[in-house]
T-cell receptor
Framework: AQKVTQAQTEISVVEKEDVTLDCVYE???????LFWYKQPPSGELVFLIR??????QNEISGRYSWNFQKSTSSFNFTITASQVVDSAVYFC???????????FGAGTTVTVRA | SQTIHQWPATLVQPVGSPLSLECTVE??????LYWYRQAAGRGLQLLFY??????ISSEVPQNLSASRPQDRQFILSSKKLLLSDSGFYLC??????????FGPGTRLTVT
């Protein structure tokens, strides 16, 4: 069975601070995908990133960066110089390599104060 | 790129009433389609997925059913709603590069 744990329920920061969201996963699959999604107050899930299990290279996209460490089964997400528009619920998810059925973590609510 | 439509956007239904939520996809053909539910204050749970017309797999035994009458149409139904069916229902589509994109969702309140 697959399991995704996001231990941080809520994080509150002041604008321009960095914030790191933790994600730890469990799977018996040798190949799999990892994802991060953003859910703003409107409710729609916004795709942020997909990572293959065999690609441990870290990735940076603008103010977003992701650190994948297979040895610790973690896929952490950092927002650098946070902005009020970053306020949302962020979900980490895991899927099999062939079925693409997503197992989600419980989500982390990020509040960025001006 | 594909566009996912869901309707209605919000719905308030009494316990015991039927339900029909619709999801349609534009800009792709023969996509994998998914229904997820997000209960209040909780994460998302996969309910059903479909790899083609008439092909439905159920992930969680429950009061709901799904159908795929056309290639780009995915319907979530119930004959008799329960209070526990309340939640935010999201339809998702697998893109050609195997990334799941979500529709705007339907917020269902069962009273």
């Amino acid at each position: 069975a697959q399991k995704v744990t996001q231990a941080q329920t809520e994080i509150s920061v002041v604008e321009k601070e960095d914030v790191t969201l933790d994600c730890v996963y469990e799977t018996r699959d040798t190949t799999y995908y990892l994802f991060w999604y953003k859910q703003p107050p409107s409710g729609e899930l916004v795709f942020l990133i997909r990572r293959n299990s065999f690609d441990e290279q870290n990735e940076i996209s603008g103010r977003y960066s992701w650190n994948f460490q297979k040895s610790t089964s973690s896929f952490n997400f950092t927002i650098t110089a946070s902005q009020v528009v970053d306020s949302a619920v962020y979900f980490c998810a895991l899927s099999g390599y062939n079925d693409y059925k997503l197992s989600f973590g419980a989500g982390t609510t990020v509040t960025v104060r001006a | 790129s594909q566009t996912i439509h869901q309707w209605p956007a919000t719905l308030v239904q009494p316990v015991g009433s039927p339900l029909s939520l619709e999801c349609t996809v534009e800009g792709t053909s023969n996509p994998n389609l998914y229904w997820y539910r997000q209960a209040a204050g909780r994460g998302l749970q996969l309910l059903f997925y479909s790899v083609g017309i008439g092909q439905i797999s159920s992930e969680v035994p429950q009061n709901l059913s799904a159908s795929r009458p056309q290639d780009r149409q995915f319907i979530l139904s119930s004959k008799k709603l329960l209070l526990s069916d309340s939640g935010f229902y999201l339809c998702a589509c697998l893109s050609r590069v195997n990334e799941q994109y979500f529709g705007p969702g339907t917020r269902l309140t069962v009273t």
